[in-house]
C-alpha cells in the first residue's frame, strides 16, 4: 500500500494544502512522486494533452487503463488516482462499478468521476465495496457540449447550487475529496467551508484544500494554456532547442563528436579482418 492513503487526505484538510499533479506515463509519474506531490492522477486530460484530441470525450477505458498501469508501476508514495471516462460510468451504476474495478485492478487507489449528486448512489456503492472515489463539480469537461464550451462558473444562483448540491451529496455518499474546476473563488470557498471533505481547486482560488493542475500545463509543454495556469517552466521550449541544435548538428556533422562513438585503434589489424570477411562473403556467393 502506497503511504498516501485516500484517509490522510481528509485528514489534511484544515491542516497541509493538498497538491495534486496529472500524469500519463512511467517517467512523468516517477518524476511527479519524487517530487512529494500527494496525489497523482491518471486524468482522461490525457485525451486532449497526449491523444491531441479536442475534447476528452473520445477517451475510452482502455486507454485510460493502459495509461493507469504505467503510472501505478512508478509511484511508491503518492495516492494513484484515476479517472473514470465519458460514458463509463453514467449509463448504469452495474457498469459504474465494472469499470471502476478495471481502474483498480490497473493499479489506483482512487477513482474521479465528474459530477456529485446525479452519480452519489455509484458513489456510496463504490465506497461500500472499498473503492475510495473523488468527485469533481464546477466545470465538468465531459459535460462541455451542455455547458456551452469551457467556462468560468458559479456566476447564478442555480450554479452555486448545483455546485454545492453535487459536494454535498458527494461528503454524504463517502467520497473523500471533491475537485473544484473554474470555479468563482466565493463560490470555492463557500464549498471549502461546507463539507468536511477536502475541495482540491483547478483555477477556483485560494480559498480551498488543494491545487491540482495538468502536467503539459504546468511545464509549458504547449504554448497555449487555460487561463488560470501558471506556467513552471518552458520544458516544450528546451525540448525545441534541444531538437535544433540535434538536427544542425547531424547536418553539419558535428554529432556524433570523438566521444560518442568507438573505432579499430589498430587500423591494419581492421583492414586484414575486414578483407578476410570480404573474401568469404565473395565465395559465399
Ligand atoms: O482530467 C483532468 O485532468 C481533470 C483535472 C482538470 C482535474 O479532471
Same mark, same amino acid.
Given at each position: 500500500m502506497r503511504e498516501i492513503t485516500p484517509r490522510k487526505i481528509i485528514e489534511m484538510k484544515g491542516k497541509e494544502r493538498i497538491a495534486m499533479?496529472? #500524469?500519463y506515463d512511467y517517467p512523468s509519474a516517477l518524476i511527479a512522486d519524487r517530487a512529494g506531490?500527494?496525489?497523482i492522477f491518471i486524468g482522461d486530460s490525457l485525451g486532449m494533452v497526449v491523444y491531441g484530441e479536442p475534447n476528452t470525450l473520445n477517451v475510452t477505458m482502455d486507454q485510460m487503463i493502459f495509461h493507469t498501469k504505467a503510472v501505478a508501476?512508478?509511484?511508491k508514495r503518492a495516492l494513484?488516482? #484515476?479517472d473514470m471516462p465519458f460514458g463509463s460510468y453514467e449509463i448504469d451504476t452495474d457498469e459504474g462499478v465494472r469499470n471502476a474495478v478495471r481502474l483498480i485492478q490497473a493499479g489506483a487507489d482512487a477513482v474521479k468521476i465528474e459530477g456529485?449528486?446525479?452519480h452519489r448512489k455509484l458513489v456510496r456503492k463504490l465506497v461500500r465495496m472499498g473503492i475510495p472515489v473523488m468527485g469533481h463539480t464546477g466545470l465538468t469537461p465531459q459535460r462541455y457540449l451542455r455547458l456551452g464550451g469551457y467556462r468560468l462558473m458559479g456566476e447564478t444562483e442555480e450554479e452555486i447550487e448545483e455546485i454545492l448540491r453535487d459536494a454535498r451529496a458527494l461528503e454524504k455518499a463517502g467520497a473523500f475529496a471533491v475537485v473544484l474546476e473554474f470555479t468563482l473563488a466565493d463560490v470555492a470557498k463557500l464549498v471549502t467551508e461546507e463539507v468536511s471533505i477536502p475541495t482540491i481547486g483547478i483555477g477556483a482560488g485560494p480559498y480551498v484544500d488543494g491545487q491540482v493542475l495538468v502536467w503539459h500545463d504546468l511545464l509549458?509543454?504547449?504554448e497555449n494554456t487555460p487561463p488560470f495556469v501558471k506556467k513552471y517552466a518552458d520544458i516544450g521550449g528546451m525540448i525545441r532547442l534541444?531538437?535544433?541544435s540535434y538536427r544542425e548538428e547531424v547536418k553539419d556533422g558535428r554529432f556524433p563528436a570523438r566521444e560518442h562513438y568507438w573505432e579499430f585503434l589498430d587500423k591494419d589489424d581492421f583492414r586484414r579482418k575486414a578483407q578476410r570477411v570480404l573474401e568469404r562473403l565473395g565465395e559465399d556467393e
Open positions: 499533479i496529472t #500524469a506531490m500527494d496525489i508501476k512508478a509511484v494513484v488516482l #484515476a456529485g449528486y446525479d509549458g509543454i504547449y534541444a531538437l535544433e
